[in-house]
């Protein structure tokens, strides 16, 4: 039996006398995303770098890929890094940045194949300070990339990117969780977490409040389907009528829903009244709306 790649047991880590990291445990699979998600000061970054072996901690253990990173310095040729925030030499290029990257980590590899990858071949020569916010961060993931890591820690990879770049890098991660990589990835950006993780821990004040896959949290927390319906002034009249319970928000009258049946009959109540709706929509809970309903209890 093969161990985790990545195992957190009670951590604890302090700046002073307040506490960022509470005692939280998880685990990350060989192969598994795993993604951590909280609020902004939730001690997401902080658990992150202390597995990057960056930060101290004061209490509980952490293994990674067999490794205590606070003592071990091995453990840099097996994982890859994007920390939040990545920076590079000002005035240095993205070619050269992969160069020194290589001779750092006694690599072989075509630049402009790794620029690629991230879709920045025609950045190639451009110094590091005159890159946009997404390229800079593109080129970080490429850096993360050059040791061939069995483990990535990818803390907020899509900040501030834009949404075809953002579906780009997640392309990308899921390329690299088929190549069995263990990733962990923290996010402020919930689709992605959908999209992407297979396991979820929410993370607020330095404590983990809920683990588990991204369906599973909704099925766990999700409330009942809501039909938004929109009309004339008549259609408030017709859903008294016919007993519907309802709120009325940003021009939609939502209703709740037992079944995605019950969204049918109403429909065909009001119509059979003679009513008519301009639009109507059915909406079911994701994981933002989740996030934020266990984030706020
Ligand atoms: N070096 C430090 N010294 C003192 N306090 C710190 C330090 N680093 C982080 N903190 C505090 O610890 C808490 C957790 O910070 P951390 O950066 O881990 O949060 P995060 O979940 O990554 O937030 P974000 O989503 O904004 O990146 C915050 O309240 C922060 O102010
Ligand atoms: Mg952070």
Request: with cysteine; net charge negative.
């Amino acid at each position: 039996m093969s161990e985790s790649p990545v195992i957190v047991k009670n951590l604890l880590k302090k700046y002073g006398e307040y506490i960022a990291v509470n005692e939280i445990s998880f685990e990350i699979k060989k192969g598994q995303v795993f993604s951590l998600l909280g609020p902004n000061g939730a001690g997401k970054t902080t658990t992150v770098e202390i597995l990057e072996g960056l930060r101290k901690r004061d209490g509980g253990e952490v293994s990674v890929l067999g490794l205590d990173p606070e003592n071990s310095k091995e453990i840099y040729k097996k994982i890859g890094i994007l920390p939040q925030d990545f920076t590079f030499v000002n005035n240095s290029t993205p070619k050269e940045a992969i160069e020194f990257y290589c001779k750092l980590f006694n690599r072989k590899l075509n630049p402009y194949e790794l620029l690629d990858t991230v879709e920045l071949r025609d950045r190639a020569n451009v110094p590091f300070s005159k890159l946009s916010g997404g390229q800079k961060q593109k080129l970080g993931l490429a850096l993360s990339l050059i040791n061939d890591p069995e483990v990535l820690f990818l803390d907020e990879p899509t900040a501030g990117l834009d949404p075809k770049s953002r579906r780009n890098i997640w392309r990308i991660i899921e390329n690299l969780k088929k190549e069995d990589r263990s990733i962990l990835l923290t996010s402020h950006y919930l689709e992605e977490a959908e999209l992407l993780a297979d396991n979820v821990a929410i993370m607020n004040k330095g404590k983990i409040i809920d683990t588990g896959s991204p369906k599973e949290l909704i099925l766990r927390h999700r409330g009942k389907d809501l039909l938004y319906i929109k009309g004339g002034k008549y259609l408030e009249d017709v859903l008294e009528k016919i007993g519907a319970q309802f709120k009325n928000e940003d021009g939609y009258f939502i209703l709740g829903l037992n079944d995605s049946k019950e969204a049918i009959e109403i429909l065909n109540k009001i119509d059979e009244m003679g009513v008519p709706f301009d639009d109507f929509m059915i909406r079911r809970e994701n994981l933002e709306d989740i996030f934020l309903k266990v984030t706020e209890e």
